[in-house]
């Protein structure tokens, strides 16, 4: 990743486009450790198919109460083996433009009518951001092998539990 940010020159928001593999760095990052640590959804009748016998289809599941209130754990969701092969592993080769994740499995901006509005924004402001520090700076980070980092999903914002100490250091070419 850091090899693509040093070598494109991001001059317009054309030049962003040309970000690939950093881009699916950032979609990687954003599935391994997301932001928002719980949803919260209500059912109705408008927004899922009802079943003969007047239940609703959720996430496999028949309901059988409309307004019904569902919380749901998007690291759960970023890391279920029945849409994520190898779900614990960085892997960013999986976001190739080919890939579409399984509906409500990759919910970093939400999804649906719900969707962040502001979400392609947010992707070019991380593209920027990285290409800036990319430029100027070489990262180290530091942990202990022994204790690797591990993100602590019951609480929110999530929190790693064993830190991760970085240092950015002036480039010196």
């Known amino acids: 990743m850091f090899e693509e940010l040093r070598e494109v020159e991001v001059e317009s928001y054309r030049d962003l486009r040309d970000l690939k593999y950093t881009e ?47 919380s749901y754990n998007h690291y759960v969701m970023h890391h279920d083996e029945e849409y994520w092969t190898d779900p614990y592993t960085f892997n960013p080769d999986r976001w190739t433009k080919d890939f579409v994740p399984a509906e409500f499995s990759y919910t970093p901006f939400w999804a649906g009518s719900r969707g962040c509005i502001g979400k392609h924004l947010a992707m070019m402001l991380m593209k920027l951001t990285l290409s800036a520090l990319a430029k100027r700076y070489d990262v180290e980070q530091r942990f202990d092998k022994e204790n690797p980092p591990v993100i602590n999903q019951n609480i929110a914002p999530m929190k790693l539990i064993n830190d991760v100490t970085c240092f950015l250091r002036p480039r010196e070419d």
């Open 24 to 70: 699916m760095c950032i979609l990687e990052g954003m599935r391994m450790a997301p932001a928002l640590l719980r949803g919260l959804r209500t059912t109705s009748e408008n927004q899922h198919p009802t079943n003969p016998d007047g239940s609703l289809n959720f996430a496999g599941y028949k309901v059988y109460a409309t307004k019904l209130r569902i």
